[in-house]
């Protein structure tokens, strides 16, 4: 399957190396805009919004596509399920209209 404007997705990206969570907004010859946060930060920020605390939003992104190494659909396997599944877990809310 194609990934679709609106699909959750992980970015991986170098120069510097970094990995984005995010909903793909449009997906250009020029580069990827995405609503995102860093990965890294995806426990602290599921717990932060689980718990009413503050917490640093998803951010808009345009990242060129030379800093694009990969971009995967955020999706379930029968080992591990998909990173937007486990935010509503841990949440209650849903990543797409979060």
């Known amino acids: 399957m ?5 699909d959750s997705v992980i970015l991986v990206l170098h ?4 990995k984005l969570l995010g909903l793909l907004q449009e997906l250009t010859p020029a580069g990827v805009f995405v609503r995102a946060i860093d990965l890294s930060y995806f426990d602290d920020w599921c717990r ?10 998803m951010s808009d992104y345009f990242i060129p596509m ?13 080992e591990a399920p998909a990173l937007a599944v486990l935010f509503e877990q841990r949440t209650g809310k849903n990543l797409v209209e979060f």
């Open 48 to 57: 932060s919004i689980a718990n009413n605390e503050p917490f640093l939003p």
């Open 66 to 78: 030379w800093r694009v190494e990969r971009m995967i659909r955020d999706e379930s396997t029968e």
């Open 15 to 18: 120069s510097p190396r970094e």
């Open 2 to 6: 194609k990934i679709e404007t609106g």
